[in-house]
């Protein structure tokens, strides 16, 4: 028996339950509705922007998958109490949200929607399509490969800077040496000699420096 549906009927969401899975994985879509006793069938369908389409249909006895999704969906247990939906080998065109649908002899009773995400490192993708913009949530994480880099990164600067510094200073204290080992004296007519006394341990630690002049 085929259900009837009557014009402009409104169908309220019961339930959402969002599944994350990465590319080549396996997701299961839970049908998280309990169907009573009048219920005749449980009918999943992926919501698309232009009008939902049925990818199986959970009878009693038996279950049904549509043709076209033999190789992507499988349905797990049978019967109305285990209507189970399974994405085999996810790829991007199997995000999206779908919808499980408890049917009646004359009417739709309850309706959830489950929507699946395809998950990648350090961050969740939105669905594309309408509905996940509607209902769904987007959660961004910083992966924890990019801080590495960047602190890294920031130890390499300081360790050039430092290098960069420490080399100045000596070539400046190189040159202030220089400059006053011989210093002639215009009126004693010598000259003055300025001597540095270094660590043998550390030729870089001068320790003490000594100042003398020479009579020409």
């Excluded at 649908?101 to 669905?127: E, F, H, N």
């Amino acid at each position: 028996m085929l259900p009837v549906f009557h014009d402009g009927l409104k169908l309220d969401l019961k339930d959402h339950v969002d599944v994350s899975v990465t590319v080549g994985g396996v997701a299961h879509l839970r049908c998280p509705l309990t169907p009573s006793s009048d219920v005749l069938q449980i009918m999943w369908q992926k919501l698309e922007p232009e009008e939902p389409v049925t990818v199986a249909t959970c009878l009693p006895t038996k279950h049904k998958l549509n043709p076209k999704f033999t190789d992507v969906f499988i349905l797990s247990g049978a019967g109305l109490e285990d209507c189970d939906l399974e994405v085999l080998s996810v790829k991007e065109k199997d995000q999206g949200c779908y919808q499980c649908l408890l049917i009646t002899p004359s009417d739709v009773i309850d309706t959830a929607k489950t929507c699946l995400w395809i998950q990648t490192v350090g961050s969740m993708k939105q669905v594309s399509g309408p509905s996940p913009v509607a209902h769904g949530s987007v959660h961004w994480a910083v992966p924890c490969s990019v801080v590495g880099v960047v602190l890294v990164a920031g130890a390499v600067c300081l360790l050039l800077f430092f290098r960069k510094h420490r080399a100045t200073r000596e070539k400046r204290n190189v040159e202030t040496v220089e400059n006053a080992m011989i210093t002639p004296d215009p009126h004693e007519g010598g000259r003055w000699e300025h001597t540095y006394v270094e660590d043998a341990t550390d030729p870089d630690d001068r320790k003490s420096s000594s100042l003398s002049f020479t009579a020409m």
